[in-house]
């Protein structure tokens, strides 16, 4: 064996193992642990049913919707699937809601950010204030 042939051969073998390190090292790192290996969904059966605001009372006649209906369900419906099983205008899209939370997270975080920029504003104000007394 030649020892051009060696080096060839080396450098593969290199290669091999340099690609099954990374490979192993992105299948330990995309592992999901704790709550983010839950679906968005995993909730939903555990939260209380939603109740309709214009479901009449079938004693009444009531539409009120702060009145109980004895026909108001208490308990989730049995589902075998794991998004919630809402049609029409009622469904609700988790993505929609994850995004909508993200912009709400965003202008809380701009909002602390005015405050703490005027927080300090008034702060350089009254450092200012001071000097000037203490230079008069």
């Known amino acids: 064996m030649s020892a051009t042939t060696k080096w060839i051969t080396l450098a ?11 490979f192993l090292a ?9 709550i983010a290996s839950e679906s968005v969904s995993a909730g939903y059966d555990l939260a209380p049913a939603v109740r309709s605001a214009t479901a009449p009372n079938t004693k009444t006649g009531n539409k009120d ?23 029409g205008d009622d469904a609700v899209d ?5 995004d909508e939370l993200e912009d709400r997270e965003k202008e809380r975080e701009d909002e602390l950010k005015d405050l703490e920029k005027e927080r300090e504003d008034r702060e350089d104000e009254i450092r200012d204030e001071e000097e000037d007394r203490r230079d008069d």
């Open 26 to 34: 992105s299948r330990l790192v995309s592992e999901q642990i704790g």
């Open 12 to 22: 593969l073998l290199g290669l091999a193992i340099a690609a099954a390190v990374a």
């Open 65 to 87: 919707p702060t009145t109980p209906s004895d026909t108001t369900q208490t308990t989730p419906p049995e589902s075998t699937t794991d998004s919630p099983s809402t049609t």
């Open 94 to 98: 988790p993505d929609q809601l994850a």
